[in-house]
C-alpha cells in the first residue's frame, strides 16, 4: 500500500474528527488515531510509538457516539471491581482464554517476514502465559509485594469456527506488503476475524506509513447491553489486539527462524496490547501524574521509557514509579509486574464484559479427536490475477491454494480434484508435510474451463481415502480467462470510487480498441462519494472494461467497488482486489429473432447490510452462502423472499440460489 503521504493522512484523519489540517502542521510529526507525535516524543521512545490504544480509543469514542467515555465506563467498572474483591469465589479459579493469530502477509514464504513461523506465534503464548500467571523462574516471575498473578492462561485454538482442528494459527495473503492502523481496522480485521465470543483474536502484521514506527494496540471492553448503559453494542468486527510482525513473540526462544527487533523483542508488546484488550489502562494514566485508576500502582509523571527505578511518583518522594509495570512504555526486559488492583481490573472485565465474559467458557481450545490421514484445502489469494481480462477466452490460469495436514501422521502424498462440473482436473501432490504444516499449490487450469461454482477436494491423503469431510473440500466461483456472455441491451455500470477519487480512472473499449465509456478522475473526499451509475447500451461485440489507480493500491481497502449488471439486476462482472490496473471482458451476442432471454435470480441491495432481497424464487428455494474462501458461512431456504446477512462480518460472498432444479451464484458484499 502507497497511500501515506501527509496530505492523505490528514484527510483520513478528518473523516474521523471533521476538522481541516494543513500539511505543515505535521511536517514534523506522525500521526496515530489522530495525535500527533513529536519528533522529540519520539527520539524518547527510540523512534517506536509503543502503543495506541488510547488513540484508538478515542477514535471509537468519536466514531460510535454513544460508546462509554472513559469516565462513564469507570463509573461502570468501579462497583464491578469492588464486587469481584469481595466476591472472590466468583472468579472460577484459573481462566483458559482460547487464541487465535491471524498472521497477515503478501505472499512471503514462510519464515519470511511478515510471515513469522509458528514457533515465533508459540513464543508469544509462552510469554504472555508467563506474564499473566507471574510463572516462577521465568521472566515474568517478581517479588514485588503487590505483584499479581492475574489467574489467566492462554491456549491457541484447536478447534476453528467450523469445527475442524487447527493449530489456532491463521495465515491470510491479503496481497498489500504493509498497513496503516485505518487498513487493518476497515480492512484486515472484518475480513479475517473469527468469533470473538470463542477466541481472543490476535494480528501480526507489517506496520507501514504513518504506522510504520508503530509496535502496537488494542481494542478496550465493549460493554453494550449491559443494563441502564446507552451503548453501542458494536464493534465485534474489530475487537482484538494487533502488534507489528517484529514484536511478535520472544527472542528467548529463538529457534533461529525468528523475526525481531531489539529491544522490543521479549514480547512484551502483546502483554501490554492484551492488558488494554482486559481494561487495563497507561500506567500515567495518559494525563502529567494521571491515573490509571488502580491504586497500588504509584502515580506517575509520564510515559518511562528507560527502566529508571528510582524516579519520585507524583504523590510521595519516598514512593518510586513502577517503571517495570507492564502498562508503562519501558523496555521489554523490564517489564514483569501486574498488580492486585490490575488484577481487580481484569476479573471485573471478566465477569461482566461482553465478549470477555463469553470467553470464559470457550471450548475452543480443548481438542477434537484427531485421524491420520487429514488433509484441510484452503483457497489462497492469487495477487497476480487476470480472469476475464481478454475476448480470446483460450488462455491457462492458476487457481491457488494452501494444503494442510490436519492429521496425526507426515503426510507425504495427497491426490486434489478440482472443476467446474464435469469439468473436472486431477493434480497429484507429493513432498513432506508434518501434521499443521501446509503446502502452496498451483492449480492449473485450462483456457476452456467454464466460469461456475468450482469444487476443490482433497481426496486421497498417503494413498488412502481422506479421513475427515468437513474440511477437505471448498467450492469458490472460477471466473474462467475469457469474456464473460451477454446479449445485446442496456447494462448498468455502478462504480463506488473510494475517498482518494484522484486515483480513479476507467475506460470501456469495444473490439476495435475505440473508447465508447469512460470515467476521469474525481476529486479527493473525506467520505465515500455517492455511487456513480452509467447506462451502456451494448451493441454486439467484445469490450474490455479497465480501470486503474495511480497509487497501485486499487479501491477496496476504502470501501470502493465496481459491477455491471443487466436489466434484471444481475452481476455480469464486478471487481476484486488488485493494485494498479483490472480488466475484465464481455462479449455481446445478438439476441436472435424469437428468442428470450432466461429469467435469471436477482440480488438487491448489493451492497447488503442486513437483508438480500431475491427475485424470481419460489417458495421452496434454498440457499447457501460461501465466503471469499470457499467456505459455507450459511444455509438453508429462502423465506419471504429474503436471507437475511446481519450476522455477517463485513467482505465478499458468493450466495449460491437453487429452485426448480435450477443452480445460480452471484457475489455480494457484505457492508
Not at 316 to 329: G, L, R, T
Not at 567 to 592: K, Y
Request: proline share 3%; aromatic share 10%; glycine share 8%.
Amino acid at each position: 500500500m502507497k497511500k501515506f503521504t501527509v496530505s492523505k493522512l490528514i484527510l483520513l484523519f478528518s473523516i474521523v474528527f471533521a476538522a481541516t489540517f494543513s500539511a505543515q502542521k505535521f511536517e514534523n510529526s506522525k500521526l496515530v488515531f489522530g495525535k500527533a507525535y513529536t519528533m522529540d516524543e519520539l527520539k524518547d521512545a527510540n523512534g517506536v510509538m509503543r502503543c495506541a490504544t488510547t488513540g484508538y480509543e478515542k477514535y471509537l469514542q468519536a466514531m460510535y457516539p454513544d460508546r462509554m467515555t472513559d469516565s462513564q465506563f469507570e463509573a461502570w467498572i468501579n462497583p464491578l471491581i469492588e464486587n469481584a474483591k469481595q466476591n472472590k469465589s466468583q472468579n472460577g479459579g484459573i481462566i483458559t482464554i482460547p487464541v487465535v493469530v491471524h498472521v497477515i502477509h503478501a505472499g512471503q514464504a514462510y519464515g519470511v517476514a511478515p510471515n513469522i513461523t509458528d514457533t515465533q506465534v508459540q513464543s508469544q503464548i509462552t510469554v504472555m502465559n508467563n506474564d499473566y500467571r507471574k510463572a516462577s523462574g521465568t521472566p515474568g516471575f517478581n517479588t514485588n509485594p503487590v505483584g499479581a498473578d492475574i489467574m489467566i492462561q492462554f491456549a491457541l485454538a484447536k478447534v476453528d469456527p467450523n469445527g475442524n482442528p487447527t493449530n489456532g494459527i491463521d495465515r491470510v495473503n491479503l496481497c498489500y506488503t504493509s498497513w496503516t492502523q485505518a487498513g487493518v481496522n476497515s480492512y484486515v480485521k472484518p475480513r479475517t476475524i473469527w468469533d470473538p465470543t470463542r477466541y481472543m483474536n490476535m494480528w501480526s502484521v507489517q506496520f507501514g506509513g504513518s504506522s510504520s514506527t508503530l509496535l502496537g494496540y488494542a481494542q478496550f471492553p465493549s460493554n453494550s447491553g449491559l443494563a441502564g448503559l446507552n451503548t453501542s453494542g458494536g464493534l465485534a468486527t474489530t475487537d482484538g489486539v494487533v502488534a507489528n510482525y517484529s514484536t511478535f513473540g520472544s527472542s528467548d526462544y529463538d529457534d533461529g527462524t525468528f523475526i525481531l527487533g531489539a529491544p522490543y523483542d521479549k514480547g512484551r508488546t502483546m502483554t501490554h496490547e492484551v492488558g488494554h484488550f482486559l481494561g487495563l489502562r497507561h500506567i500515567w494514566g495518559d494525563a502529567t501524574c494521571g491515573t490509571d485508576y488502580c491504586a497500588d500502582t504509584p502515580t506517575a509523571h509520564t510515559a518511562n521509557y528507560t527502566c529508571n527505578e528510582f524516579i519520585a511518583s507524583c504523590d510521595n518522594a519516598s514512593v518510586f514509579e513502577m517503571v517495570q509495570n507492564y502498562m508503562d512504555y519501558t523496555n521489554d526486559t523490564c517489564m514483569n509486574i501486574f498488580t492486585v488492583n490490575q488484577k481487580d481490573r481484569i476479573t471485573a472485565v471478566m465477569n461482566n464484559s461482553p465478549r470477555r465474559l463469553e470467553l470464559k467458557t470457550s471450548t475452543a481450545d480443548i481438542a477434537i479427536p484427531l485421524f491420520a490421514n487429514d488433509g484441510e484445502v484452503k483457497l489462497e489469494t492469487n495477487c497476480t490475477t487476470t480472469a476475464n481480462s481478454t475476448c480470446s477466452g483460450t488462455a491457462a490460469s492458476t487457481t491457488k491454494i494452501s494444503l494442510y495436514n490436519r492429521g496425526t501422521s507426515t503426510m507425504t502424498s495427497a491426490v486434489i480434484t478440482y472443476g467446474v462440473g464435469t469439468n473436472t482436473q486431477s493434480y497429484t501432490w507429493s513432498g513432506s508435510l508434518a501434521p499443521n504444516r501446509y503446502a502452496l499449490i498451483d492449480l492449473s487450469v485450462p483456457g476452456t474451463m467454464p466460469s461456475g461454482n468450482m469444487t476443490i477436494t482433497v481426496t486421497t491423503v498417503n494413498g488412502v481415502a481422506d479421513q475427515r469431510a468437513s474440511n477437505s473440500s471448498l467450492t469458490t466461483y472460477f471466473v474462467g480467462s475469457g469474456a464473460v456472455p451477454a446479449v445485446q441491451g442496456t447494462y448498468a455500470f455502478n462504480l463506488q470510487r473510494d475517498i482518494y477519487g484522484s486515483e480513479t480512472t476507467w475506460n470501456l473499449k469495444n473490439s476495435a480498441g475505440t473508447i465508447v465509456y469512460s470515467g476521469a478522475a474525481t476529486a479527493d473526499t473525506s467520505t465515500l462519494p455517492v455511487v456513480y451509475t452509467q447506462n451502456w447500451n451494448l451493441t454486439p461485440g467484445c469490450y474490455t472494461f479497465t480501470i486503474n489507480d495511480s497509487e497501485s493500491d486499487g479501491i477496496y481497502e476504502y470501501g470502493g467497488y465496481y459491477n455491471l449488471k443487466d436489466s434484471a439486476g444481475n452481476i455480469v462482472f464486478q471487481g476484486s482486489s488488485f493494485f494498479d490496473i483490472q480488466t475484465r471482458a464481455v462479449n455481446v451476442t445478438v439476441l436472435a429473432t424469437g428468442e428470450t432471454k432466461l429469467e435469471s435470480f436477482a440480488i438487491y441491495p448489493n451492497p447488503a447490510t442486513d437483508v438480500l432481497n431475491i427475485t424470481k424464487v419460489s417458495n421452496k428455494a434454498k440457499f447457501e452462502i460461501h465466503n471469499a474462501v470457499g467456505q459455507i458461512v450459511k444455509a438453508g431456504e429462502i423465506n419471504n423472499n429474503q436471507v437475511k446477512v446481519s450476522e455477517l462480518v463485513r467482505g465478499t460472498y458468493i450466495i449460491t440460489i437453487n429452485d426448480k432444479g435450477v443452480s445460480e451464484s452471484v457475489k455480494f458484499i457484505k457492508k
